[in-house]
Nanobody
Framework: QVQLVESGGGLVQAGDSLRLSCAAS????????IGWFRQAPGREREFVGA????????NVDTSVKGRFTISRDNANSSGYLQMDSLEPEDTADYLC?????????????????WGQGTQVAVSS
């Protein structure tokens, strides 16, 4: 069973950047698809991006494409979400998740393990 711990959230101004990290332990990281989701108060959990483990392909949702970049470092059992040009609408709790399924998964139901989340707040 893998444990995930997110870090790097905080309060920033619109236009700023943040880099979120997801540290994994307790499992073989390179055999998990890693995903990032976000959830704002009163809203459903939303897919942000994922890196699958078979070919190492990474992709982000069209809503953040051009501003967010997702990556993974198997040697350090870590995943990353680089967020640039942040907007107030990006304010949410950001969660890292791991899936034993290959391919670029986008549904929360496809992910077996979840971190506790890190909060991101963007002021205008």
């Amino acid at each position: 069973q893998v444990q995930l711990v997110e870090s790097g959230g905080g309060l920033v101004q619109a236009g700023d950047s943040l880099r979120l990290s997801c540290a994994a332990s307790g499992g073989t990281f390179r055999y998990y698809t890693i995903g990032w989701f976000r959830q704002a108060p009163g809203r459903e959990r939303e897919f942000v991006g994922a890196c699958e483990y078979i070919f190492g392909t990474c992709n982000v949702d069209t809503s953040v494409k051009g501003r967010f970049t997702i990556s993974r470092d198997n040697a350090n059992s870590s995943g990353y979400l680089q967020m640039d040009s942040l907007e107030p609408e990006d304010t949410a709790d950001y969660l890292c998740a791991a899936s034993t399924q290959g391919g670029l998964r986008i549904s929360p139901g496809d992910f077996n393990y979840w971190g506790q989340g890190t909060q991101v707040a963007v002021s205008s």
